[in-house]
Structure formats: C-alpha cells, structure tokens
C-alpha cells in the first residue's frame, strides 16, 4: 500500500464506496488507531518517518504491529522528545506510560521500519 491511508469507513460505506476507506483485512503493515483496542479510526503506516498530518496529533491510543515490523513513537513533532520501541501489537498505548511519561494520545511522531 502505498502512503498513509485513513482506513475507517464511514456509515454504510465499504472499502468500494470510499476513495480514503480501506478494507482492514487489506492492510499488511502497522496500523495506528485512535481508540484503545484497536476501534476507532485506522492509519496504515507506510515504512519511514510520519508526523502527524498522516495520523491525528496527540490521538493515537493504540498500534497493530505485524511480525518483523518496528514502530517507533515520538512525543514531539520531528520525531523528538519521549521515544517508545513497538515491535507486537499494542492494544492499550497507557500500558507503557512510565514515570511521567505518558503515551495514550501524545504521539506527534512515527517512524516505521
């Protein structure tokens, strides 16, 4: 799949009605959502570095990540500040807060390989 593609479809739609809307199942790389256990919006992550603008800022709560994929998260735009390694799905981003940093919706940055 080539780009970042918003995946959700919407009300009564399906991957043929949509220009943006892909069907999950077609998806083989890492997938960012907006919602905690993979719901809500779907972003496909292309390999390579994405700010937000290919996904929401700050708005991220959980990652799909395929074996032999890496994802890793930065808090800042750039791919700056706070980083978290992904290398298997992960339902719940909060899980990985640690001290006081905080990963459920704060993610500005991805970078896929």
């Given at each position: 799949?080539?780009?970042n593609?918003r995946?959700?479809c919407?009300?009564g ?6 220009v943006n809307?892909v069907?999950p ?8 959502y907006?919602?905690t256990?993979?719901?809500g919006?779907q972003?496909?992550?292309?390999a390579g570095t ?10 991220i709560s959980?990652?799909r990540?395929p074996a ?6 930065y808090q800042?735009?750039?791919?700056a500040g ?10 719940r981003?909060a899980a ?8 459920n919706?704060?993610?500005s940055c991805?970078?896929v390989s």
């Open positions: 799949m080539n780009g593609h995946t959700s919407g009300a739609q399906d991957a043929s009605q949509a809307c069907a199942t077609l998806l083989s790389g890492p997938v960012a907006d919602d256990d993979f719901g919006n972003y496909a992550l292309k994405q700010d937000f603008g290919a996904f929401p800022n700050d708005g959980s990652v990540v032999g994929w890496r994802v890793d998260l800042d735009k750039g791919c706070a980083e978290l390694t992904l290398t298997d799905h992960a339902p981003l990985y807060d640690k001290g006081s940093t905080r990963w919706d704060t993610v991805i970078r």
